[in-house]
């Protein structure tokens, strides 16, 4: 019910954030689960012991996965494996009425129009006078398609790259301090660097062997971007957070994020499915909430920070809104890792069979998810105010609400990162459980995986990613209608300005002039008394 209510809220901010954080559990969960499945299955046949052999697992399962994404956005798209070149800018007339069943679904030559405006009207369809709207529906369809398969497969290589990361961190050169384990999160993310400017290198010759670049692979090339930003932000974030938490507590946490078991007062194993339940102590827990804090108020600050860096070099704008999605999803990894600590240090949960039962993973969830809508409400309220209301604006009003829009949007992402894994941390443990009464729980949860994915995935992508792309338009809008208002009032600003400049000239050389006067009426007076002619 509480979804009924977000979604339904008296206020366009208030949904669109809604719409974004289901949207972004549903990936996440149809995501980790798959992957989860598929990453067991194989490591079933790998004796983890041997590090360097996991390791290269690892390392061939992201490649698998970082290939299936950019096959997977090429063919969406349209950038490969489609021969012509369809109109994607042309406009047909679709049912615009939410309440009937052909919502969004192109009207019949038989349906009459009654009444028609510019890009709205109404139909007589089947006795019924309905809405209508013109709408480009093939880019709609294809838009939609490739944000669906291109966020999964992006999660999903987010994942193995976490775990590939976390293999590395495990090596026994890196894992014996904090900061050599911060050595093999920067090695991971230059080897995501290279990659990811060698495939761009790529992408961009292979587009360019049909003799031009079109639209398609303009699309392509944008989606392929924000794919490998959500790689680096989940992979980063987590791996960053795992050294946070080696550093306050002197354990390395398993590449899962659990804690890991105690065998000869070192790590037992890289991976642990059933961890050690252990104590924290509250300096411990506090500590971490800080820095989930200071991650937050970092947030805030960057955009208004690196505005002026950003127009001054455009280049440095992926680097920046990258290091804002890394920021923001730290503050997330270290608030779901802290409650998870409060959790097992509290014992609320023994007598149900601890902090790792479901009763406390799905009270655990249900708390974050009412911390998110709380914040959620928040933010609304802190951007409203910042938009200044119904009064005049200046410049620097327009700036601040461009700069609170741009914080929201990153603790919005975070807060789905925070809501989809307390969530999926659930889903996942029921999933396990019943793979367990199985003979072999390994092929029992890819099953189960796969089901779950191919239930969820139709649903989420024709039903919810719409909604979420219908309010990101209006959005994309609004902020359009705030780059004009900025534009007019600098404009507004620089003429008042050269005015006030143009008035002082003028004065300047109006005093100019009399001095000169002045002097000349001053020489004329001294030459009379002379007895000589002026």
């Not at 992408?203 to 090339?221: A, M, P, Q, T």
């Amino acid at each position: 019910m509480t979804l009924f209510y977000m979604v339904n809220w008296n206020d366009d901010d208030i949904r669109r954030y809604s719409w974004q954080i289901i949207s972004s559990t549903l990936s996440i969960f149809v995501s980790v689960l798959t992957f989860g499945g598929i990453e067991e299955f194989i490591m079933t046949a790998v004796n983890e012991e041997y590090k360097t052999t996991a390791l290269v697992v690892g390392y061939l399962l992201f490649f698998a996965m970082f290939l299936m994404l950019q096959v997977c956005i090429a063919i969406t798209s349209g950038a490969n494996c489609e021969a012509e070149m369809p109109d994607l800018n042309q406009e047909v007339w679709v049912f615009a009425d939410p309440l009937i069943a052909n919502f969004n679904e192109r009207i019949k030559p038989e349906h009459k129009m009654l009444h028609q405006k510019a890009k709205k009207g109404v139909v007589m369809a089947e006795g019924l006078e309905l809405f209508v709207r013109k709408a480009m529906q093939a880019r709609e369809k294809r838009e939609r398609y490739m944000k669906s398969s291109a966020t999964i497969f992006a999660h999903m290589t987010g994942f193995a790259a976490i775990n590939m990361g976390g293999y590395l961190m495990h090596l026994d050169y890196f894992e014996g301090s904090p900061g050599m384990a911060f050595v093999s999160v920067i090695i991971n993310q230059v080897f995501l660097y290279v990659l990811f400017r060698a495939t761009g290198h790529a992408r961009h010759f292979f587009s360019g062997l049909d003799g031009s670049v079109d639209e398609r692979d303009e699309i392509f090339f944008e989606a392929t971007i924000e794919a490998e930003n959500d790689i680096c932000g989940l992979s980063v974030s987590f791996l960053i957070v795992q050294v946070i938490r080696y550093a306050i507590t002197g354990e390395l946490p398993t590449t899962s994020g659990h804690e890991p078991g105690h065998a000869g007062g070192h790590h037992a194993s890289v991976r642990n499915k059933h961890p050690v339940i252990l104590d924290h102590s509250w300096l411990q827990i506090l500590a971490l909430y800080l820095v989930g804090d200071l991650a937050a108020m970092g947030v805030a600050r960057l955009p208004a920070l690196t505005g002026d860096l950003v127009q001054q070099y455009p280049s440095m704008a992926r680097p920046l809104a990258l290091l804002q999605t890394v920021t923001g999803f730290v503050s997330s990894w270290c608030i779901l890792w802290a409650s998870h600590w409060l959790v097992c240090s509290l014992h609320l949960f023994d007598a149900l069979g601890g902090p790792h039962c479901m009763a406390a993973k799905v009270l655990l969830a249900v708390g974050l998810s009412a911390f998110s809508v709380g914040t959620i409400r928040v933010l609304d309220r802190v951007e409203d105010a910042m938009r200044g209301g119904t009064g005049e604006r200046n410049v620097d009003d327009v700036a601040k609400a461009k700069a609170t829009q741009a914080f929201t949007q990153s603790a919005i992402m975070s807060l789905g990162i925070l809501v989809g894994f307390s969530w999926e941390h659930c889903f996942d443990g029921g999933v396990s459980a019943l793979a367990g009464l199985t003979a072999t729980p390994h092929i029992a949860k890819l099953g189960l995986a796969a089901a779950v994915a191919v239930i969820v995935t139709p649903a989420w992508r024709d039903h919810v990613v719409p909604k979420e792309m219908a309010y990101d338009k209006l959005h994309e809008e609004q902020k359009v209608q705030e780059d004009e208002l900025e534009e007019s009032l600098h404009l507004s600003k620089n003429s008042a300005d050269n005015l006030a400049a143009g008035r002082s000239s003028d004065y300047g050389e109006m005093l100019t002039g009399t001095d000169e006067l002045t002097g000349e009426a001053g020489a004329g007076a001294a030459l009379r008394d002379a007895g000589r002619p002026p």
